[in-house]
């Protein structure tokens, strides 16, 4: 938590109004700890409370935020806005292009508002606790006598199950390996699940007098953009986004349902989580999704995960709402041990990833700065090759694989995770180009965008970060494709030139096929030669 410090009380005069500030990452208004909080704190002061959004162009530039992400949350905002005004609550936005006077900018609307309290929920990449920090000594600096907004300000961890700092070794350091980490982490949430994944509460409706209060009134006649100037998609790519991930009443609910309780389906392409035709499972607990977990994971020709990354990494339900319906499974309880092949375990360690890697940001700062986390691998050279980072973005570097995700990314905004670790680890090691360049281009075309697991999965790969791959185990393209898409459905379909090649010949065209064959059919040739490039990949991280 950050407090601004408990000099005086705050006066919550009866005309000031309780402010919260909904993030980038805690779009939702149930479940919400900030949220809640503030909703609190409004109603045991008889004050209305404002919902505010600050829209920062000039942050999604310098965090390379994809702009099909910033329309989804655009899209949610609208849908929230609604929902909100049936409570008398106005969803106020702001765009402010100055990201670094954001505190200042803020800080004046709070007292123009004459606002008793701020309540936001904490984001841990550098940038913004350093905001955060900002506004917190700013207020207590006005609160000591000085001039400007002399309000509460509170910022409450939220976006993990656990928050930084909660799980430590015995000498009270931070884990740098997930296994023990995640020990200790399942035995914190199952001992305690009422603290980690109770229901934080929603937001209550405010008096209808807040629809005539001088303050919110013309709040109430705001409306949320449609679009953000230079963050916009084309009408065709934004019809392609609603259609693969819709937002609004319940979508999430049912995305997980459909994980949690309908059967796996075989398809080469990623359908909208909310396609028509999923079958129920008769035991959820073993032939659904979830169920199958533990081995479909792994098929990049099944639906065999379930897609929520999207509405996780936004905020649009919470890791402990996805706990609870999971526990729902299993008597209410969450089975952590994934030793035993359960597809639920397996499942909710793999959430957990999504904590460790948040924890990780705040222990060791410098990975949200661009640093890698092991500083060993700070000089490693990189190539520098345009047309390989080029054939790579595109899909055109003659491993089928690679090609078929790399294609998938650029028209869905989603790569499914084996996929990630294939076409990162060719970028890393067989292209040797630098890691932060592909996960920049991921941060740019991901809906899940998110600092934390990007990078920490970037780094995995480049073995550069916290309990990374080892440097010297190098994926084979031909077997990690034979593995991850054993019928080569997965690549049939996102690359079409090669629909004719049968059995293996998918896999590996240039083993079996010669050069010209291959471009007749409108492929390439492999840009690199494995056995070379793993050498030489050995020889400079060795250096
Ligand atoms: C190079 C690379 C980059 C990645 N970038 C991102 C990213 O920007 N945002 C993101 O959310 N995930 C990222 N991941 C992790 C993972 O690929 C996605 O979370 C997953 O593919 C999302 O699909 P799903 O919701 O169906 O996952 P499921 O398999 O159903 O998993 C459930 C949830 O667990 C979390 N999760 C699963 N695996 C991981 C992981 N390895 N690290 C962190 N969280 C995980 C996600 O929130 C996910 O939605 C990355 C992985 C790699 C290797």
């Not at 659904?288 to 897609?307: M, Q």
Request: charged residues 25%; contains cysteine; neutral net charge.
């Amino acid at each position: 938590m950050l407090q601004s410090s408990e000099l005086k009380p705050v006066k919550h005069e009866k005309d000031s109004v309780v402010v919260y500030w909904m993030r980038n990452k805690d779009l939702r208004l149930t479940d919400n700890r900030a949220l809640a909080h503030a909703s609190g704190v409004a109603k045991t002061h008889s004050l209305p409370l404002i919902v505010l959004y600050v829209f920062s162009p000039s942050d999604y530039a310098a965090h390379d935020r994809s702009p099909r992400r910033i329309d989804f949350q655009v899209r949610q905002l609208r849908y929230l806005s609604a929902e909100l005004a049936k409570l008398d609550i106005p969803l106020y936005t702001i765009e402010w292009s100055e990201r670094k006077s954001i505190p200042s900018k803020l800080l004046e609307k709070l007292e123009e508002w004459n606002a008793s309290a701020l309540i936001g929920n904490l984001e841990y990449e550098i940038d913004e606790l350093r905001r955060d920090t900002e506004i917190v000594q700013k207020t207590n600096k006005a609160r000591k006598g000085g001039e400007g907004w002399k309000g509460e300000t509170t910022f409450l961890a939220d976006f993990c199950v656990v928050p930084p700092g909660e799980v430590l070794t015995k000498q009270d350091k931070p884990y740098s390996v997930f296994s023990p980490w995640y020990r200790n982490w399942s035995a914190k949430v199952s001992a305690n699940p009422l603290d980690y994944i109770d229901d934080a509460g929603g937001v209550e409706a405010n008096d209808k007098s807040a629809r005539n209060h001088p303050v919110l009134k013309p709040m109430f006649e705001h409306k949320v953009p449609e679009k953000i100037k230079g963050w916009s998609l084309d009408a065709e790519d934004q019809k392609n986004m609603e259609h693969l991930w819709p937002v609004g009443e319940g979508v999430c609910e049912e995305v997980m349902r459909r994980f949690l309780k309908t059967k796996v389906r075989k398809q080469a392409f990623f359908e909208p989580p909310l396609h028509p035709g999923a079958q129920d499972a008769k035991d959820p607990k073993k032939d659904s999704k979830i169920g199958e977990y533990a081995t479909g994971r792994n098929n990049v020709s099944l639906d065999g995960t379930s897609h929520i990354s999207p509405y996780l990494a936004a905020g649009f339900i919470s890791p402990r709402h996805v706990l609870r319906l999971t526990a729902e499974l299993s008597n209410n309880k969450l089975p952590t041990d994934k030793s035993t092949g359960n597809g639920l375990a397996t499942w909710i360690s793999e959430v957990a990833w999504r904590d460790f890697y948040q924890h990780v940001l705040c222990a060791w700062p410098r990975v949200s700065m661009g640093r890698p986390f092991n500083l060993k691998y700070e000089n490693v050279v990189w190539e520098h090759n345009d047309e390989h980072f080029q054939a790579w973005k595109d899909g055109r570097t003659g491993f089928p694989i690679v090609d078929a995700a790399m294609r998938a990314l650029k028209a869905q905004g989603y790569m499914h995770n084996r996929c990630r670790m294939i076409v990162a680890m060719l970028f890393t090691k067989q292209l040797m180009l630098d890691w932060h360049l592909g996960e920049r281009y991921f941060m740019e075309q991901l809906l899940d965008g998110d600092l934390g697991a990007n990078n920490g999965g970037w780094q995995w790969s480049a073995s550069t970060g916290c309990d990374p791959q080892p440097y010297f185990r190098i994926f084979n393209m031909t077997s990690q494709s034979e593995k991850s898409d054993p019928d080569g459905d997965y690549i049939r379909y996102w690359v079409p030139e090669l629909k004719s090649l049968k059995g293996k010949a998918i896999h590996e065209p240039s083993a079996s096929m010669s050069e010209k064959e291959i471009l007749k059919l409108g492929y390439v040739m492999p840009i690199v030669d494995h056995a070379t490039t793993r050498k030489r990949a050995l020889a400079r991280y060795k250096e």
